[in-house]
């Protein structure tokens, strides 16, 4: 997936909620579960295969009907096809699993009756509690930690940029790292944590700048660069892993 099209500002109107539904149709001669997407913002059909679900999704915008989307959708069949065999394997939160954290190879040691809920021992997690509980204390915990790295850090970008942000917000969005509403709500996804420092580091300068241009203009960019003055490197790397991280959990 493009990351400029993952890192797009939001903006909040009246407008209807985007609706999904899931249809099974031929594709490469196998019968495939592809996500259709009405989303009444879209500009045009966009074709996407979503690390998290595993399944090609497909974005319609407004007037646009199921028959052109599958229409489209078969002429870049042997793109989703590759895209999709191409897929980082899934990482299911499990006792023993290795998972990235802040860039670094962790282990997932369950002891159920050590202290607290998650902590950070040498190359481990110690993850305690019931093993039913494990994956969604292990996501907490990167969230809580993703939200403690990300808060300092836009109020610090933005201060340099005379701006403050309104609020901060951490959440699963399945197809961006960051988004900054009209009204300077910034929200970022938790998986950001699991990234290196420095790319969490870029997309929060990213979306800080949102706050002083709404688009991705030159001037934008001038911005980023003032706070984060590599983002072309932290840019290609989300473009080659990002999707990794979508597969983990
Ligand atoms: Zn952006």
New binding site residues.
Partial sequence: MNFFRS???SRRTALPAPTETRVTVPLNGQETVVVLRRHPRARRLKLQVDGKLGLPVLTLPPGVSEAEGLSFLNRNAGWTQKRMETLPDKVDLAPGVIMPFRGRDFQIDHQPDARGTVTVDGDRLIVSGGVDHLSRRVTDFCKKEAKAAIKPLAGQFAADLNRKPSRISIRDQRTRWGS?ASNGDLSFSWRLILAPPHILDYVVA??VA?LVHMN?SPA?WKTVEQIYPDYDRARDWLGSHGTRLHRIG
């Fill in positions: 890192l797009t500002q900054c990213h979306e949102h991705h934008f």
